[in-house]
């Protein structure tokens, strides 16, 4: 193996005082000084959040503002530290949604089990679960951090639609090929 | 006689609230210029109740952190204060006063301002005493400011202060002589008069800085060791030795120590101002007669410290610490033989310039 000697200069006079070093150094820290702080001011600013970012998890409605979830439980099935708990109810025959069948009539996130990986989102058929950008959660005690139905709408508000695969479904069906 | 005892009373009273204020806002300027250099703000937080809430002028004040001087300093009145049971108590007590004594005292000789009489024209220094040996006051009560340290790290018991009063007590010799040895060309440039107000009013036209600047060179050098300041803060370096003399310290006795460091600093930059920056003087301008020409003076040579300080903080967020064996061979194979050579190179030119006359 052919080995490379570095040849090491002695050094000059000027380097051995050391002092034009030292206004080299200087002059960067004074550059430095006259940069705006690249601080974060926490609290009083928040950081831009990516698209795609796994905050907590949230429940949201559609965009006519009803319930998107319909309890197929697929989340509670797939969550690795089992945080999700699902109670799964009928929705009434009067009901206007009565056709959906299913709904949550109770839906808990344990936060101090959720380990944000987002595996609820990707199973979700109907879209309805999502993390989104909260990334700080506090409580007082361990009953208060299982969020319930409604704090997890609360959170989660209403994300715009981007298939609206139940009309889709509807004009199909109404259009003679309820396949489609 | 009374009013005069009086009036002496009243201006030492003054000149040490001045020079503790400043100190605390040599605290607050270090943390805003390393802040400044890392990319952060800084303290900014801090308010006070009436003042911090005026619209513009508070936040403003605030986000300087003007208030953090008065916050760092209740924090250090109020904290418990502990007295470890390992110590020996009488001199650990002794101590930060010891530390923080002599550097207050250093003051009474720097000269900082001058009054011109309008009618005789005479000038005479705005200085709590014109003693004739000033700078013999000022390096020898100084370095009594090393006992401070020196009793911290031994009365502590315990080893990390003990190494730090060890390593105190042998750069502050070695300094010392380096230090001494280069403000002599000084003296023997200005005629061998040792009274600083004299040296002051003999840089009127050019500053000894720019006659001397190896020995400005090695006093600046020698300085920085002698206020423990980095790259020579051997005795404290927080990375290997804790928090070197003041490990076992806490809460008021901590505080003594820490504002007698910053005085340390302040009162050696104005040393330097006045041995090598010209004082309260600027070059080719003459200052009127008068209060009004007293309180300008007072501000150029308060505005020349500021800029001292500025650079000793301006230091040390750019150089990392010696090593321990490398402050002792820079200071005894370095700047001894420097300062040596500098003095006899001085005293030569001197004495042909005294021929020559």
């Known amino acids: 193996m052919a080995t490379k000697v570095v040849e090491r200069k002695p050094l000059s006079l000027a380097e051995r005082t050391y002092l034009p070093q030292i206004v080299s ?156 | 006689m009374v009013t005069d005892t009086l009036g002496l009373v009243l201006k030492a009273f003054i000149v040490i609230g001045a020079v503790m204020t400043m100190a605390g806002y040599a605290v607050l300027l270090e943390r805003k210029v390393a802040a400044r250099v890392q990319g952060r703000p800084g303290p900014n937080r801090t308010q006070i109740p009436i003042l911090g809430s005026i619209p513009v ?153 720019v006659v001397q600047p190896v020995s400005a060179l090695i006093f600046l050098i020698a300085l920085f060791a002698e206020t423990n300041r980095l790259p020579f803060d051997m005795p404290e370096s927080e990375t290997d030795l804790v928090a070197g003399y003041n490990t076992e310290y806490g809460a008021f006795k901590f505080g003594l120590f820490f504002v007698g460091e910053y005085t340390h600093i302040i009162i050696g930059s104005g040393v330097f101002v006045v041995l090598f920056l010209g004082g309260w003087t600027l070059p080719f301008i003459t200052l009127p007669a008068g209060t009004a020409g007293a309180v300008l003076s007072v501000l150029i040579f308060l505005a020349k410290v500021f800029v001292i300080v500025f650079f000793f903080m301006w230091i040390r967020w750019t150089l990392p610490r010696f090593r321990y064996d490398q402050v002792m061979n820079l200071g005894w194979n370095k700047l001894l033989p420097l300062a040596v050579a500098n003095l006899v190179f001085y005293a030569v030119v001197i004495a042909v310039i005294e021929q020559l006359n």
């Open chain 1, 25 to 180: 150094g200087l002059r960067v820290t004074m550059k430095n000084m006259f940069k705006p702080p690249v601080t974060l001011e926490y609290p009083d600013e928040r950081p831009d959040i990516p698209p795609g970012y796994r905050g907590v998890p949230t429940l949201v409605k559609d965009p006519n503002g009803r319930e998107k979830c319909v309890s197929c439980q697929l989340c509670e099935f797939v969550c690795p530290p089992k945080a999700i708990r699902i109670t799964p109810a009928e929705i009434p025959e009067d009901a206007e949604t009565a056709h959906v069948e299913k709904a949550p009539e109770e839906f808990e996130i344990n936060m101090l089990r959720c380990i944000y990986c987002g595996l609820c989102q990707e199973v979700c058929p109907e879209e309805a679960i999502f993390l989104q950008d909260i990334f700080s959660v506090t409580g007082t005690s361990r009953e208060e951090l299982v969020f319930k139905k409604d704090k997890l709408y609360a959170l989660g508000g209403t994300l715009p639609d981007s298939h609206y695969k139940w009309e889709k479904k509807k004009s199909a069906e109404r259009a003679g090929n309820p396949h489609h």
């Open chain 2, 57 to 209: 002028i508070g936040t403003f004040l605030t986000r300087l952190g003007v208030f953090q001087p008065a916050a760092d300093g209740l924090k250090f009145l109020f904290k418990e204060d502990p007295l470890p049971g390992h110590v020996n108590k009488f001199y650990y007590v002794l101590a930060p006063m010891v530390a923080f004594i002599p550097a207050m005292l250093t003051m009474t000789v720097l000269p900082f301002g001058a009054v011109t009489d309008p009618v005789s024209g005479a000038t005479s220094p705005i200085v709590l005493a014109d003693l004739d040996i000033g700078i013999l006051f000022i390096l020898a009560v100084s370095s009594l400011g090393v006992y401070g340290i020196i009793l911290g790290g031994w009365a502590s018991n315990s080893k990390y202060p003990f190494l730090g009063g060890v390593r105190a007590s042998a750069q502050m010799i070695s300094y010392e002589i380096a230090l001494g040895l280069s403000i002599l060309p000084v003296f023997l440039w200005f005629g061998g008069t040792l009274n600083l107000s004299n040296v002051v009013l003999g840089q009127s036209q050019v500053w000894t800085a």
